[in-house]
């Protein structure tokens, strides 16, 4: 009987661990994501915190996100429908994204 306690034991730790293996990988782009961003032409500024994303080109409004595979779907106080962008390329330093009109833009730190 104690044998099986051990072993019991030892899976419950097992399956603990890859719990919190898999939730510590998981989103890695919405991690590099944060911080602020400058489009390359310097016309639009980006910040993107834990709970906001804020394009200002003009009028710096701050709107809910979410990230979902490589895309970024933000809404103003949680209406709806999403605006969305998808994240083309992404790196420490570079991101491309492309609007809802099919422009892309380049942002870096």
Request: proline share 3%; hydrophobic share 40%; with cysteine.
């Amino acid at each position: 009987m104690a044998f099986m306690k051990k072993y019991a034991l030892i899976f419950v730790h097992v399956a603990c661990a890859s719990v919190l293996l898999i939730v510590a990988c998981s989103s890695p782009a919405k991690s590099r994501l944060k911080g602020s961003w400058k489009s390359k032409d310097g016309a639009i500024n980006l910040n993107i915190t834990d709970k906001d994303f804020t394009m200002d080109d003009g009028d710096a409004i701050a709107e809910d996100y979410f990230v979902k595979g490589d895309t970024i779907f933000t809404s103003f106080e949680g209406n709806q429908p999403f605006t969305k962008f998808a994240i083309q390329t992404i790196d420490d330093h570079n991101l491309t994204l492309m609007g809802p009109d099919s422009v892309a833009v380049e942002y870096s730190r």
